[in-house]
């Protein structure tokens, strides 16, 4: 019944921006704990941010200083604010949370980010 729906991706030129959202539906529980995820062509699935309960942000290094994830419990929606984009960038996004109260983690669909001139 819990679903994580993602939005926001698309074709931006390097050094542009997107909004990766991620809302949560069908649970009474708020996010608990977020990550987000990215595969590209050819390569495993890597983690790219996480945010704790209480609001501690962990980041890749690849993406430090650039990329900021952040919650709305309010929205239930987590968040991926990426800037200053580069081709490298260029993923499928997940997005994955755990719920308060709910040991089980829950997947996005992914969402499409591309990166070229």
């Known amino acids: 019944q819990v679903q994580l729906v993602e939005s926001g991706g698309g074709l931006v030129q390097p050094g542009g921006s997107l909004r990766l959202s991620c809302v949560v539906s069908?649970?009474?529980?708020?996010?608990?704990?977020g990550g987000w995820y990215r595969q590209a062509p050819g390569k495993q699935r890597e983690l790219v941010a996480t945010i704790g309960s209480g609001g501690t942000t962990n980041y890749a290094d690849s993406v430090k200083g650039r990329f900021t994830i952040s919650r709305d419990n309010a929205k239930n929606t987590l968040y991926l604010q990426m800037s200053n984009l580069k081709p490298e960038d260029t993923a499928v996004y997940y997005c994955n949370v755990r719920l308060a109260s709910i040991g089980n983690d829950y997947w996005g669909q992914g969402t499409q980010v591309t990166v070229s001139s």
């Open positions: 069908g649970s009474r529980f708020n996010i608990y704990t």
